[in-house]
Nanobody, 119 residues
Framework: QVHLVDSGGGLVQAGGSLRLSCSAS????????MGWFRQAPGKEREFVAS????????NTADSVKGRFTMSRDDAKSTVYLQMTSLKPEDTAVYYC????????????WGQGTQVTVSS
């Protein structure tokens, strides 16, 4: 079982950048597919991005394509979400998740980190 800790959120002006981190402990991190969801007030949680094992494939939602990207450092058991050209509509709590690609596919979640983009 992996334990995930999200960090890096904060307040930023529109057009700015932030990098979120998600650090994992427990489990075999290199086997984990990792990703991010976000949830804005009054809205459902929505997919943001995911990264395959070895980082060979990154998927991003259309709403963030070209502005957000993911990377991973298996040596540090950490994934990153680099967010650029931030917009007020990106304001949300961002949640990291992961699942073992060779296991049960059960998703584990971080505690969430708040991102607020001011106009």
């Amino acid at each position: 079982q992996v334990h995930l800790v999200d960090s890096g959120g904060g307040l930023v002006q529109a057009g700015g950048s932030l990098r979120l981190s998600c650090s994992a402990s427990g489990g075999t991190f290199s086997r984990y597919v990792m990703g991010w969801f976000r949830q804005a007030p009054g809205k459902e949680r929505e997919f943001v991005a995911s990264i395959s094992t070895r980082g060979s494939n990154v998927n991003t939602a259309d709403s963030v394509k070209g502005r957000f990207t993911m990377s991973r450092d298996d040596a540090k058991s950490t994934v990153y979400l680099q967010m650029t050209s931030l917009k007020p509509e990106d304001t949300a709590v961002y949640y990291c998740y992961g699942y073992d690609s060779l296991g049960t596919m059960q998703r584990y979640w971080g505690q969430g980190t708040q991102v607020t983009v001011s106009s």
